[in-house]
């Protein structure tokens, strides 16, 4: 049995629009655009929505409109994609890294409070593996000392934390929209906030800098550019394909869920397999199982043409960029290192069957019994 790491299903009415826009010419700042940032903005109950052309993108856009800049200190946590401590650097702010917990790779107010300095301005927050953060201290403590939140929620989409979308806890929240995501775009990501004033800024900066959009213009090219801004405008026909996500998510993130149990209840049968506990909150990007032998399970599954990724297998400070700028030390980061060490992430999406994640299960079980 051959199991894929990932799989999309596109409506063939999605293509076919596509195919339309395509033909039209119309191929950016179109309704699709439009559609798509308010189905998102309702989907997460939040009050603002912007497409970027990636997550990246609005996590830069969300750094500089937070006004981080050189001098200041960013807390990110050590285990992440280095998206989000390049996010931070652009603007010329410091990536302070922080350790995590051990089984969530969340970063964690222990561990945030070890790393604040008088520079520091603000933390990004990341809900890895669509697992939420334990927002209430973080937010209290943040709150009292005036540094602000940014939240990462590129595998997040869907996760709530105590009934609320993540995104919707700090300043924004920045989504992915990269082909092995919960939903894809090719490229792409989302940004939601609740605060007007930041949601006037990130919309003129993610279109160089423009003062007027498009349908307020007397003349074509009639504006004024009052900030130096970006281009990280996503184009109609990609916001057409996560529009037709979007719609299908809503019913496929309780299977990605039942997945998810499945996934927990098989591997509870072994103490030799971290893992988390299973929670209705967390949207499952994929499912994290831990395991100290984990170059030989590579090699297992590879052999046995099972799908699986690892997020992450290093941590961005010992990354050669930021550990030489830096100087970054292995003893800052033990928790988040262990994690980078014995992570494995195993595929879940919702044509994925009961049959197959039984059948991975069991061989990673067989694989985990029979090592001494
Ligand atoms: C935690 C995290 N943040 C940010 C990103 C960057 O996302 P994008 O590829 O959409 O720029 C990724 C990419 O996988 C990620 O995993």
């Not at 931070?88 to 990536?95: F, L, M, Q, R």
């Not at 089984?103 to 945030?112: A, K, Q, R, Y």
């Not at 299977?255 to 967390?282: D, E, M, P, T, V």
């Amino acid at each position: 049995m051959k199991v894929k790491f990932s799989k999309k299903n596109i409506s063939n009415k999605c293509l076919s629009d596509i195919s339309k826009i395509i033909k039209s010419g119309w191929l950016t700042h179109g309704k699709y655009t439009k559609l798509f940032e308010e189905k998102f903005r309702k989907y997460t109950n939040s009050k603002y929505s912007l497409t970027v052309s990636s997550c990246t993108a609005g996590l830069h856009l969300s750094c500089i409109a937070a006004g981080f800049k050189h001098g200041d200190e960013i807390i990110v946590p050590a285990m992440t994609h280095t998206a989000t401590a390049h996010a931070v650097e652009y603007t010329g702010a410091k990536a302070v890294f922080c350790d995590v917990d051990l089984v969530s790779g969340n970063l964690t107010i222990d561990n945030l409070k070890k790393k604040i300095s008088k520079k520091t301005k603000g933390v990004i927050l990341v809900h890895m593996n669509g697992g939420p953060c334990d927002f209430e201290q973080i937010k209290t403590f943040c709150d009292k000392k005036k540094i602000k939140i940014i939240e990462d929620c590129a595998h997040a989409l869907g996760t709530k934390y105590k009934n609320k979308h993540v995104g919707n806890f700090g300043l924004s929240g920045s989504f992915s929209f990269y082909p092995t995501k919960q939903i894809t775009t090719g490229e792409g990501g989302m940004i939601i906030t609740n605060n007007k004033n930041f949601f006037k800024s990130i919309k003129k900066l993610k279109a160089f800098g423009i003062d007027k959009d498009i349908g307020e213009r007397k003349k074509p090219g009639e504006y004024d550019v009052k900030m130096l801004g970006f281009n990280y405008r996503m184009t109609d026909f990609q916001s057409c394909l996560g529009l037709d996500q979007l719609q299908s998510y809503k019913k496929s993130l309780g299977k990605r869920q039942k997945i998810a149990k499945r996934y927990y209840q098989n591997f509870c049968r072994s103490n030799k397999i971290g893992q988390l506990k299973f929670s209705k909150q967390n949207s499952y990007f994929i499912y994290p199982i831990f395991v100290k032998k984990r170059d030989k399970l590579i090699k297992l599954l590879n052999k046995i043409h099972i799908g699986f990724s690892i997020h992450y297998p290093k941590i961005i400070p010992l990354m050669s960029y930021y550990k030489n700028k830096y100087r970054n030390k292995k003893s800052d980061y033990t928790n988040a290192i262990n994690y980078a060490n014995t992570n494995i992430s195993l595929p879940v999406y919702p044509s994925l069957k009961n049959k197959e994640v039984d059948y991975i299960s069991k061989k990673i079980l067989t694989f985990i019994n029979n090592e001494k």
